[in-house]
């Protein structure tokens, strides 16, 4: 079965906010269980969604699909320079070839005519 590609032009928000705020809540009573038995706190800064409105979870997907099409371009801009750098490495290669088999023809030619 194929997959069908999703089209990052349109954010979706990845869950509703019920589930969002059912979500919060769990994080939060599991942190307080945790801090009640002496452990430190969930690093709740780490969670992307964890008390977000609708439209501040938008803004972050938004800002990070405009990243993602940025780093595309600049992966496709890399691999258009990494083949300009591999023809001229080629060329090169090529040319150094030419000239050692140039020169490998005149020094044998020239031990060869002084009896060496």
Same mark, same amino acid.
């Given at each position: =079965? !194929?997959? %069908?590609?999703?089209?990052?032009?349109?954010?979706?928000?990845?869950?509703? *906010?019920?589930?969002?705020?059912?979500?919060?809540?769990?994080?939060? %009573?599991?942190?307080?269980?945790? =801090?009640?038995?002496? @452990?430190?706190?969930?690093?709740? #800064?780490? &969670?992307?969604? @964890?008390? %977000?409105?609708? #439209?501040?979870?938008?803004? =972050?997907?938004?800002?990070?699909?405009? #990243?993602?099409?940025?780093?595309?371009?600049?992966?496709?801009?890399?691999?258009?320079?990494? #083949?300009? !750098?591999?023809?001229?490495?080629? =060329?090169?290669?090529?040319?150094?070839?030419?000239?050692?088999?140039?020169?490998?023809?005149?020094?044998?030619?020239? *031990? &060869? !005519?002084?009896?060496?």
């Amino acid at each position: =079965m !194929r997959e %069908k590609k999703r089209s990052f032009d349109s954010p979706v928000l990845p869950f509703n *906010s019920e589930m969002r705020a059912a979500i919060d809540e769990i994080i939060d %009573k599991l942190n307080d269980l945790l =801090m009640d038995h002496g @452990y430190g706190s969930i690093p709740v #800064q780490s &969670y992307d969604f @964890y008390r %977000k409105s609708d #439209q501040e979870i938008l803004n =972050m997907i938004k800002k990070k699909i405009e #990243q993602e099409k940025i780093e595309e371009e600049l992966r496709k801009d890399e691999s258009g320079d990494e #083949q300009i !750098r591999i023809a001229h490495l080629t =060329m090169l290669l090529r040319r150094l070839k030419v000239v050692f088999f140039w020169n490998a023809a005149i020094f044998s030619d020239f *031990s &060869y !005519r002084n009896g060496h």
